[in-house]
């Protein structure tokens, strides 16, 4: 059902082994602080067209790196293996996947997260001055038997890879293959043939490229199923992959006035021992208390266990259904969360990280969960490769 192709990407050459400090994490999560950081590392950092200071300077910049060669399109199509080796709580992962240009096609791309059209619109202007996926879209997959996990590891150990170290506080190795041999790219595209694919991380990405897609189909007559914006740039990786981790996204929010009138109600509070790992534990004023749904009113309002079994989702039926996803703060930073609600004398929900396997299921089955339901730890950067949809 998936159906993925090579392409010539966009990639830095000039200052390619200074590529630590050239690519930036995707616009999203960038505040503005980091971005003049980011500016600061490199004049040429992707920073500039990931998030720029406008469309117009984003497409400046794009034209000049190209021109001068700091950027250039590969002569080969190809398929990109990607790694990251990083540090959580003291164990080390390493999350392996691939690059490949996507087909847009809603019957095999299952979405999870609501979206919030400013963004999407914000993203749709820049793809239409840039026509340049700057991001991917992070995509999961069942591989049961390890078929793709199997053929991607082989090929990462037959051949030397483009490696480096952000030296930062994340501190992650990055491993980056150019894949070109026509069986290894045949061998993976068939592999997913009859895979559903899920959204991991890119929601707004993949709705842009919709537009885009629709966009160009009413300009084009002749409708041609192979044109490049009829593909996005994704970023795949196996279920059973043991680097990939899915971390909790904490909310903080102001208190208001019926807010804890409404925690009272629908869920019983007990004392939380800061050992065990409860579904939703509730901060405020310097009291950490766990939440436990009622009975009754799961029956009513959420009838599926898998929902059931995510916190989020939980929590914004029965707590955060009337409040402006504006007004959330969200982190996966316990601490930063505990903080934020001391600072503003507001309340700090502190979730558990749903399992991916239950992601993927309710997302097949078409369930649209709450903003940041996932986080899924580290995020892929933008810059290492780039498609173009032109």
Known sequence: MAKIIPFKGIRYIKGSKNLKNLICPPYDIISEEQRKKLTSLSANNFVNIELPESNKKAKKFLNTWLKNNILAKEKTPSIYLYQQEFDLKGRVFKRTGFFAALELDEKSIHGHEKTIQKHIDRR??????????????????????????????????KNKPIEFTQLDKENITHRFWVINGQKTISDLTNKLKNVSLVIADGHHRCS?????????????????????????????????????????????IRAYPDIQEKINKHFTLTHWDGKSKPQI???????FKVLKLKKGFSENKIKNKLELSIGAIVLQEFVLNETDPGNIFYTKDLGEAIKKAQ?????????????????????KKGKIMPQKTTYFYPKVPAGLVIYDVS
């Open 281 to 287: 534990v509730c901060y405020c004023n310097g009291e």
């Open 208 to 252: 842009t490229g919709l537009l885009y897609k629709e966009l160009m189909e009413r300009k084009n007559k002749k409708y041609d199923n192979n044109a490049p914006y009829n593909y996005i740039l994704a970023f795949l990786c196996a279920i059973e992959d043991p680097g990939l981790v899915l971390l909790p996204t904490h909310r903080v």
């Open 124 to 157: 749709f202007e820049l793809l239409k001055e840039l026509k340049i996926n700057t991001s991917p879209i992070f995509c999961i997959f069942p591989d049961k038997t390890k078929s793709i996990t199997k053929l991607v590891l082989n090929v990462s150990k």
């Open 343 to 363: 600072e503003i004398q507001g309340y700090a929900f502190l979730l558990e990280a749903p399992t991916i396997k239950d992601i993927y299921t309710l997302s």
